[in-house]
């Protein structure tokens, strides 16, 4: 059972409280009603005046929008609190809806035991100072009742105190439940998935997933995306992103995990790539087709949310607390909107591990890149997560080809429990439909995720090649176009090697791919990101111990910025040519 523990002034001040409230009946995140305890000490930190604390008569009036119940109760009153928290309780249990126990007291040594609050409230502590303490007006009235003596008072009082200084209270360390582990050891799972992650599975498995009911009427768009995917199970056409991640939930349900995934439009796509759920168009009847496919022994659950960042991957880190042996992955709608719960991502996604020792196998998905859609949708501030990895805390992905992301999935579930960590996947957006950004199916049955992505075999075997470049994500494709078209001018002297972890920085990966160029001595970053932004600043000392101490490191990229990109999408292009061109010829 759900208990949340507020105080008065944060309870009506902070808007993850409001987010969090509104969660209570939406499909996937009721929890069947909540205790919510507020603390009414009267005081938010030095302020007292409830003109400066609120607008509204009562600190618990924010609960009113979903109609909870809320008792007002007045502390001191000990036997009020024990009657007011039992009606609580069984309000809870009989309707399954939040309700509220507002304890009304007040804080005897001010805002923490090192203040003085006489300084900002001296006429509200004198009158505390001569008010006597809960447990004596409790005492004095059971002694009036003839239930206990002031003898007996005084054994437990002397009891307690005992117990403190011999430190003989029991600590309990934090024990979550994981009543989802692991459907079966590494081991066996490896041998399980060499006949589920074949072709012929991931074809059967393609056309399950692009067939619909007889006399379903589909919407044409949709329709299109069906008949692709029905293609590519017939190796007509290759694999796209979209395809690729459903393939990877689909392998997993079929090896036993569950799956769950939430966001703002995940069923559809925010980029109208996934169509998770179909709808006829005739009478609106929804059709999930994953759900359908054979051999099905893991549960997939989609939840479209709210649209709040904040509380929903709040909830989402909580859940995969609990259920750490599934895949549990959030989606932001566009990965700059992920800033709206940088608080969750500080407080607890990096962190949790190291403060509480809690492991999360979260999977976040940021959708990034510059495609001239102007500073509030174009970047997932790489460079922010950077600046919070430590001690592996994260995983960090920019994944660039469809078999990437297939591999990503399946290996972050299958990890071994004490490598466990949450996995930031930058993903992409322009990627999802790009010509060349396609796989064959081979490519998800006998392939693996790679850290690092370097040239074919005909540009590293090149004793021609002069320049390398180092990039990750999509502005790769841009340079690839870029370099075909001037192929004649640079005469297949630079080769461009894709990173594809972020962190941990994938060394000896990269390592290695340097090594086939040992006489190169030009090597570039190239980011479409300001040069105070993205990986750049991160990285750059990581590439300069690999690389050999005779060589430069260069930067091509946006000068710093104090946006993400330009506001004016024709002077988004020029600079993205500048920087493409730049790289390659300057």
């Known amino acids: 059972m759900p208990i949340t523990i507020h105080g008065d002034a944060s309870v009506v001040g902070q808007g993850i409280v409001q987010e969090t409230i509104n969660l209570y009946k939406i499909d996937g995140y009721s929890v069947g009603g909540t205790i919510r305890i507020v603390l009414?000490?009267?005081?938010?930190?030095?302020?007292?005046?409830?003109?400066?604390?609120r607008s509204s008569r009562y600190c618990t009036d924010i609960f009113k929008f979903t109609q909870f119940p809320i008792f007002h109760v007045n502390a001191?009153?000990?036997?009020?609190?024990?009657?007011?928290?039992?009606?609580?309780?069984?309000f809870r249990e009989k309707f399954r809806k939040d309700v509220v126990v507002?304890?009304?007291?007040?804080?005897?040594?001010?805002?923490?035991?090192?203040?003085?609050?006489?300084?900002?409230?001296?006429v509200m502590y004198h009158i505390i100072e001569q008010h006597e303490t809960s447990r004596s007006i409790?005492?004095?009235?059971?002694?009036?009742?003839?239930?206990?003596?002031?003898e007996d008072v005084e054994d437990m009082i002397g009891s307690y105190r005992r117990k403190l200084k011999e430190n003989s209270f029991s600590s309990y360390g934090i024990n979550f439940i994981n009543d989802v582990e692991h459907p079966t050891d590494f081991k066996n799972l490896k041998i399980r998935s060499n006949s589920i992650i074949g072709v012929k599975n991931l074809q059967k498995t393609l056309q399950e997933i692009s067939s619909v009911p007889k006399n379903f009427m589909l919407h044409p768009m949709v329709d299109k995306i069906l008949q692709n995917r029905s293609r590519i199970a017939t190796k007509e056409s290759l694999c796209d992103w979209a395809t690729s991640e459903i393939l990877a939930y689909s392998t997993l349900l079929q090896l036993g995990f569950d799956v769950r995934i939430s966001g703002e439009d995940v069923s559809r796509g925010t980029f109208f790539q996934r169509n998770f759920r179909i709808y006829d168009q005739i009478d609106g009847k929804e059709y999930f087709s994953i759900e359908?496919?054979?051999?099905?022994?893991?549960?997939?659950?989609?939840?479209?949310?709210?649209?709040?960042?904040?509380?929903?991957?709040?909830?989402?880190?909580?859940?995969?607390?609990?259920?750490?042996g599934s895949l549990t992955v959030w989606e932001a709608q566009f990965g700059d909107?992920?800033?709206?719960?940088?608080?969750?991502?500080?407080?607890?996604?990096?962190?949790?591990?190291?403060?509480?020792?809690?492991?999360?196998?979260?999977?976040?998905?940021?959708?990034?890149?510059?495609?001239?859609?102007?500073?509030?949708?174009?970047?997932?501030?790489?460079?922010?997560?950077?600046?919070?990895?430590?001690?592996?805390?994260?995983?960090?992905?920019?994944?660039?080809?469809?078999?990437?992301?297939?591999?990503?999935?399946?290996?972050?579930?299958?990890?071994?429990?004490?490598?466990?960590?949450?996995?930031?996947?930058?993903?992409?957006?322009?990627?999802?439909?790009?010509?060349?950004?396609?796989?064959?199916?081979?490519?998800?049955?006998?392939?693996?995720?790679?850290?690092?992505?370097?040239?074919?075999?005909?540009?590293?075997?090149?004793?021609?090649?002069?320049?390398?470049?180092?990039c990750c994500g999509k502005i790769y494709y841009e340079l690839l176009e870029e370099r075909n078209v001037s192929i004649k001018k640079i005469n297949k002297t630079i080769a461009i090697i894709r990173i594809e972890q972020l962190y941990p920085f994938p060394n000896e990966e990269l390592k290695q791919e340097i090594q086939k160029y040992p006489c190169v001595v030009d090597f570039i970053w190239c980011q479409e990101e300001p040069k105070n932004q993205g990986a750049w600043n991160y990285i750059k000392e990581y590439i300069k111990k690999v690389i050999p101490s005779y060589a430069n490191l260069s930067y091509f990229g946006r000068s710093e910025l104090s946006t993400s990109v330009e506001g004016d999408r024709v002077r988004y292009r020029l600079k993205q040519k500048h920087i493409v061109q730049s790289a390659l010829t300057g």
Not at 111 to 121: A, F, G, L, R
């Open 292 to 324: 359908k496919i054979s051999n099905c022994i893991g549960t997939i659950n989609v939840w479209d949310s709210v649209l709040s960042e904040e509380s929903t991957l709040a909830f989402e880190y909580g859940y995969s607390l609990v259920h750490n």
């Open 40 to 53: 009414n000490n009267q005081i938010g930190f030095t302020i007292s005046k409830e003109r400066f604390l």
């Open 138 to 150: 409790y005492s004095k009235s059971l002694i009036k009742n003839d239930i206990i003596t002031h």
């Open 337 to 470: 909107f992920s800033n709206v719960a940088q608080v969750v991502i500080d407080q607890f996604i990096s962190s949790g591990n190291k403060k509480w020792g809690i492991e999360s196998n979260l999977v976040i998905f940021l959708p990034h890149g510059y495609e001239g859609q102007g500073p509030d949708h174009s970047s997932a501030r790489v460079e922010r997560y950077l600046q919070l990895c430590a001690e592996k805390n994260m995983k960090i992905f920019v994944p660039s080809d469809p078999s990437q992301i297939y591999h990503a999935l399946l290996e972050h579930c299958c990890i071994d429990r004490d490598q466990r960590c949450p996995l930031i996947v930058f993903s992409p957006k322009s990627l999802l439909r790009h010509p060349d950004c396609l796989v064959g199916l081979k490519e998800l049955a006998c392939g693996r995720f790679r850290k690092v992505i370097g040239e074919d075999e005909k540009y590293s075997i090149s004793k021609k090649i002069q320049r390398v470049i180092l």
């Open 102 to 122: 507002e304890l009304i007291g007040y804080r005897r040594r001010g805002h923490s035991e090192i203040d003085d609050p006489k300084v900002t409230q001296p």
């Open 76 to 90: 001191d009153d000990i036997e009020a609190v024990m009657f007011s928290s039992r009606i609580a309780l069984d």
